[in-house]
């Protein structure tokens, strides 16, 4: 509790600052962004979003298909051959997948957060051009906000410009 009152102590005497600083400006010396709603809504996420379920499902299948195969083998050991299961092979198989499963989530998990990079480096650079065309001195995330005027929210602007500028953004292929 101690820690929201000293953060919202700071927060209004920033305001306060901000305010004392752009009274004379024609515009507000500061401007706020909602950028949850441009992660969600932007063309750039949504194709984040699409590709990374479609290759998350490419490697589940991937893996359930090696799964099922092993579970074949383990079930049917060929007639007259030593059994898979009692010469652990199969164990050294299944844990072959399970290594390969991991890696497969690595791989999955940097790709979307490489191009989660893209689109956050984007946003950054769009909402500094348009701070600095309007004279703004800061921008803040509009959820860091307790209140603020019409007039400083800059989320439909921002949102619009990076949808025309990176309408999609390609994970990066992933090699085996």
């Given at each position: 509790?101690?820690?929201?009152?000293?953060a919202?102590?700071?927060?209004?005497?920033?305001?306060?600052?901000?305010?004392?600083?752009?009274a004379?400006a024609?515009?507000?010396?500061?401007g706020?962004v909602?950028v949850?709603?441009?992660?969600?809504?932007?063309?750039a996420?949504?194709s984040?979003?699409?590709?990374?379920d479609q290759l998350?499902?490419?490697?589940q299948?991937?893996?359930?298909?090696?799964?099922?195969?092993l579970?074949?083998?383990?079930?049917?050991?060929?007639?007259?051959?030593?059994s898979?299961?009692?010469?652990?092979?199969?164990?050294?198989?299944?844990?072959?997948?399970?290594?390969l499963?991991?890696?497969?989530?690595r791989?999955w998990?940097?790709?979307?957060?490489?191009?989660?990079?893209?689109?956050?480096?984007?946003?950054?650079?769009?909402?500094a051009?348009?701070?600095?065309?309007?004279?703004?001195?800061?921008?803040?995330?509009?959820s860091a906000?307790?209140?603020?005027?019409?007039?400083?929210?800059?989320?439909?602007?921002?949102?619009e410009?990076?949808?025309e500028?990176?309408?999609?953004i390609?994970i990066?292929?992933?090699s085996?």
């Amino acid at each position: 509790m101690i820690s929201v009152n000293r953060a919202l102590v700071v927060a209004l005497a920033l305001v306060n600052c901000f305010c004392i600083i752009g009274a004379d400006a024609a515009e507000p010396a500061i401007g706020v962004v909602n950028v949850d709603r441009i992660r969600t809504e932007s063309k750039a996420a949504r194709s984040i979003e699409d590709q990374a379920d479609q290759l998350r499902q490419k490697y589940q299948d991937e893996i359930a298909k090696i799964e099922d195969k092993l579970r074949k083998q383990a079930a049917l050991p060929a007639l007259g051959s030593k059994s898979t299961a009692s010469d652990g092979g199969f164990e050294k198989q299944y844990k072959n997948l399970q290594t390969l499963a991991r890696s497969r989530k690595r791989q999955w998990e940097n790709a979307v957060t490489q191009a989660n990079a893209k689109l956050e480096n984007k946003l950054s650079e769009i909402v500094a051009r348009i701070a600095q065309s309007k004279g703004l001195l800061t921008v803040i995330n509009v959820s860091a906000t307790l209140f603020s005027q019409e007039g400083i929210d800059l989320t439909t602007e921002v949102l619009e410009r990076l949808n025309e500028e990176l309408p999609d953004i390609k994970i990066a292929p992933i090699s085996d």
